[in-house]
Each structure stands twice: as structure tokens, then as C-alpha cells.
């Protein structure tokens, strides 16, 4: 089974309004590590923000934050006042139990903003 | 402060050709890791390293494929003898290694292309 599903292979959006990427995980263990990267066009991977299973608070980080749902087992970015530069892929990863260090990816989504 | 640093940043080869590619992790980091990025498969695991020691190798495709970390500050990833099917963009990346918030941090990658 797939560890992260990602299920939108294409978003796009409009100039300062807000999306969200959807992301689903699969994991039996409690202790688990949720991660946002994009991937500009120019390729490198840059990491976005962080959710850890146990934080009680969604995770903000500038116009990031995170959706997460424990019980649904989701963790959805959400981008606030998108801008031009947003348009890149969206991967979504987990890192699963404690002492692990490897990270999981999902297939990603790219997103489109429009001006 | 640097980041990962990747070398070649793009390589040509014909099969059969030995291929290396090399990466500096950030310094101080003790988990370093080689992804594969493909369209057909997206981000894989190769293979990652805590404290020089190779953890886990299980996404290494097959015996062509060989990584090594001599010492904290240097791997390499070395595929003998190479084929088309190889061709793919590997990301080196390198964490604290310690659990929570240990994003990893990505080279900018080195693209491969085997005629």
C-alpha cells in the first residue's frame, strides 16, 4: 500500500487567492513525522513546513499551513494569497517512527498559478 | 552557510559507461540519503547512511548501483555498468538525523541521461 497518496496530479489557482493540496498518509505507527516540500522548476527540493503526529496545533509556517486530520489520516497544505512564484510541484512526505530518518514521498502535484 | 553540494550537476554517458556521482553533505549533519526522481516512479529511496554506516540499502535496484560514505563529509553513488533505464535525476540529501523536525535538506540534484 502507498505510503503517502497524493490524488491531484494538477491544481491550478488564481493570482492572491488560496488552494490547498490535498495529502493522504498510511501508517499503523503512532509516532510519525508529516512534511511539505516544493519543487521549483528549476528542480531543487525546498522544504515547506513540518507536522508531527502528536502536536496538538496545526502547523503554520508564513502563508503555509498545514490541515491535518488525525482520524481521517490526512495532511493537507494549505497556501494562503498564492503568488506567481507558487507555481512549482508539491510533494508531500512522511517520516514514520520513531528513530527513523528516511522520508517517504508522495507522487506530487503541480501547481498552476494564474495571474 | 553551504548547503548539499552535488556533482555534476548533469551527466551524459553512453551504456556501459561507469558513472559517479559525488555529494557533500551539510556540514555537521550524521544522516545523509540518495533519492532517484523519475517521471514514472517519482522520489525513490535508495539508500540512506547514519554516521557513515549505510542503514538501509533496500532501495538500491540492483548490483550496478553502489553508495559508499568514506567519511562524514563525502558519498558517493556509483552505477557500473550504467543502461538507459537509469536515467533519472539523483538527489542527495542530508539531516540531523534526529527525530521531529529533522527535515532533510536536498542538493540541487545531478541529472543523468545514459544513450
Known amino acids: 500500500a502507498q505510503k503517502i497518496t497524493q490524488t491531484q496530479p494538477g491544481m491550478f489557482v488564481q493570482e492572491k487567492e488560496a488552494v490547498t493540496l490535498d495529502c493522504t498518509y498510511d501508517t499503523s505507527d503512532p509516532s510519525y513525522g508529516l512534511f511539505w516540500y516544493k519543487q521549483p522548476s528549476s528542480g531543487e527540493m525546498i522544504f515547506l513546513i513540518y507536522q508531527g503526529s502528536y502536536d496538538q496545533q496545526n502547523a503554520t509556517e508564513g502563508r503555509y499551513s498545514l490541515n491535518f486530520q488525525k482520524a481521517r489520516k490526512s495532511a493537507n497544505l494549505v497556501i494562503s494569497a498564492s503568488q506567481l512564484g507558487d507555481s512549482a510541484m508539491y510533494f508531500c512526505?512522511?517520516?514514520?517512527?520513531?528513530?527513523?530518518?528516511?522520508?517517504?514521498f508522495g507522487t506530487g502535484t503541480r501547481l498552476t498559478v494564474i495571474p | 552557510d553551504a548547503g548539499v553540494i552535488q556533482s555534476p550537476r548533469h551527466e551524459v554517458t553512453e551504456m556501459g559507461q561507469e558513472v559517479t556521482l559525488r555529494c557533500k553533505p551539510i556540514s555537521g549533519h550524521n544522516s545523509l540519503f540518495w533519492y532517484r526522481q523519475t517521471m514514472m516512479r517519482g522520489l525513490e529511496l535508495l539508500i540512506y547512511f547514519n554516521n557513515n554506516v549505510p542503514i538501509d540499502d533496500s532501495g538500491m535496484p540492483e548490483d550496478r548501483f553502489s553508495a559508499k560514505m568514506p567519511n562524514a563529509s563525502f558519498s558517493t553513488l556509483k552505477i557500473q555498468p550504467s543502461e538507459p533505464r537509469d536515467s533519472a535525476v539523483y538527489f542527495c540529501?542530508?539531516?540531523?538525523?534526529?527525530w521531529g523536525t529533522g527535515e532533510l535538506f536536498f542538493g540541487e540534484g545531478s541529472r543523468l541521461t545514459v544513450l
Open positions: 540529501a542530508s539531516s540531523l538525523g534526529t
Open positions: 512526505a512522511m517520516r514514520e517512527g520513531p528513530g527513523a530518518n528516511n522520508l517517504f
